[in-house]
């Protein structure tokens, strides 16, 4: 067996069928591959099958939809696992931060239209999962009614709730009169797709546009700083908008999460975590939430927030979990769909689920932190 770059070596050790059923994970384009043939998976998921002797580098014939480790026996006895980091995956990592970080510089609706693009995005690859379950939901209403939540959400952020049994209701209504009869599956997946996606994403533009509109001095509710000195001298954050600091804080929280957990996991890690993902190990997620508590601390600190060494400690810790809960959840639904990666959107990622997963759970424990334990704390 060997390796190459970029690749992960699995050996199928017989001559049948790499997929004699459908339980495998291993993904069949209908042919069986002699014994020592052997599946050469890229940073983008996908596999490819090199006969016996092959160069997996020169190989050219992919199959899609391939699951992560372990698979049944005997159709993978051994894995080679490549610890590269491949340079794909950190130049769209970079990118992604940078223009995460100018669109919640700006706030207001700019930030609004990031949101609502992850949204869309992201329920597409959603109900792409789904479908691949043999369900049919209501796919563009609660698309249509997950992007108007967030124009509400901008518009006046204490109408967000009323908006979520009422969206419910229309995703319901239209459900019921489509020509073929709606399943329990299809009402489900429908609801969680708006409360999943949508819903639990809104609560970042809940986050963002606290304090906001004071400091506003661009059309669309936006801000751009005047100087540099605005926002990295101590003395003027004060200034800023809570909105503002809490959630670059909650960003950096989530980045040494992921960045944390991945570099230990991948070359350190021995434990594994969960059979829902199986590359995630213990060592590499203790170390991400504690990575996520060290920032959070650090944050706290520098911006003055009440009793900032509980503060920021419990504040890192619940990102820090609520981050690795939101990756399980989705690596759940993939492994449910049958898919590797929820997309092929960001080059070394995947999909745009498979980016912001970390993200979903997190925004409304750090909302109501901000907005009703902060408050108590100040107080004492």
């Not at 980091?85 to 990031?114: D, E, K, N, Q």
């Not at 909650?250 to 434990?271: N, P, Q, S």
């Not at 503060?311 to 449910?336: N, Q, V, Y």
Request: with cysteine.
């Amino acid at each position: 067996m060997g390796q190459g770059r970029g690749w992960a070596i699995y050996l199928i050790p017989n001559a049948q069928s790499p997929m004699p059923n459908p339980q495998c994970p291993i993904p069949h384009d209908g042919s069986c591959y002699p014994a020592g043939s052997r599946f050469a998976s890229t940073s983008r998921g996908t596999l490819s099958a090199v006969p016996p002797g092959g160069n997996p580098l020169r190989t050219r014939r992919c199959l899609t939809n391939a699951l992560p480790p372990p698979y049944p026996m005997p159709y993978a006895q051994y894995l080679i696992q490549n610890t590269s980091m491949p340079w794909s995956r950190i130049i769209s990592g970079i990118v992604a931060i940078a223009l995460a970080l100018f669109a919640t510089l700006l706030g207001g609706w700019y930030f609004t239209i990031m949101i609502a693009i992850v949204v869309f995005l992201g329920q597409q690859e959603y109900f792409n999962l789904v479908r691949a379950r043999a369900i049919a939901p209501a796919a563009k209403t609660t698309m249509v009614v997950s992007q108007a939540l967030l124009v509400i959400c901008t518009l006046d952020g204490t109408l967000a709730d009323a908006v979520m049994p009422i969206a419910g209701t229309f995703i319901c209504f239209y459900l019921l009169f489509q020509p073929k009869m709606a399943t329990i599956a299809d009402v489900s997946a429908s609801i969680m797709g708006l409360f999943y996606v949508g819903y639990l994403s809104s609560f970042w533009v809940r986050l963002r546009s606290l304090g906001s509109q004071a400091i506003s001095n661009l059309p669309l509710g936006g801000y751009w700083p005047t100087g540099w000195t605005d926002i990295l001298d101590q003395s003027n954050l004060t200034y800023l908008p809570q909105g503002l600091t809490a959630t670059v804080l909650t960003f950096l929280c989530i980045w040494a999460a992921d960045i944390g957990a991945y570099i230990i996991g991948r070359f350190f890690g021995k434990t594994r975590l969960s059979e829902i993902s199986p590359k995630k190990t213990v060592e590499g997620a203790v170390f991400g939430i504690s990575a996520s508590v060290a920032v959070g601390l650090a944050g706290a600190y520098y911006l003055h927030l009440p009793r900032s060494l509980y503060t920021g400690a419990t504040l890192g810790l619940l990102i820090g979990i609520a981050s690795l809960l939101g990756d399980l959840t989705e690596s759940m639904l993939k492994r449910d769909a049958g898919v590797k990666d929820s997309g092929q959107l960001i080059p070394g990622h995947g999909g745009i689920l498979d980016r912001t997963d970390s993200y979903i759970f997190t925004a409304p424990l750090v909302y109501y932190f901000v907005t009703l334990l902060l408050p108590l704390l100040a107080d004492k």
